[in-house]
């Protein structure tokens, strides 16, 4: 089992920056895909970015592609999600999930979630 705390969600203006952070309890991330996802009320919960360091692939959506960047700590029991160049549109809840093996974009492969945190980008 990986239980998966995300932190550091918040209100900012847009342009600015917030880092999320994705914490693994009980284990590392070794071993295993990671992937951000966010959610409005309403709409589907969207593929944001992921990562799979074992096998070096990395995939962003498009729409944010230049301005996130995902990242894990030396220690594997961390990984971030730098958000830059904030727009309104990323407003939404943010979610990290974690999977065994490759990177996938479909929610519905990964088994352990997050709580979610919640962005607020204002224009």
């Known amino acids: 089992q990986v239980q998966l705390v995300e932190s550091g969600g918040g209100l900012v203006q847009a342009g600015g920056s917030l880092r999320l952070s994705c914490a693994a309890s009980?284990?590392?991330?070794?071993?295993?895909?990671v992937g951000w996802f966010r959610q409005n009320p309403g709409k589907e919960r969207e593929f944001v970015a992921g990562?799979?360091?074992?096998?070096?692939?990395?995939y962003y959506a498009d729409s944010v592609k230049g301005r996130f960047t995902i990242s894990r700590d030396s220690a594997k029991t961390t990984v971030y999600l730098q958000m830059s160049h904030l727009k309104p549109e990323d407003t939404a809840v943010y979610y990290c999930?974690?999977?065994?093996?490759?990177?996938?974009?479909?929610?519905?492969?990964?088994?352990?979630w997050g709580q979610g945190t919640q962005v607020t980008v204002s224009s």
């Open positions: 999930a974690a999977k065994l093996g490759d990177i996938r974009r479909n929610s519905l492969e990964y088994s352990y």
């Open positions: 990562k799979s360091w074992s096998a070096g692939i990395t």
């Open positions: 009980g284990r590392t991330f070794n071993n295993y895909a």
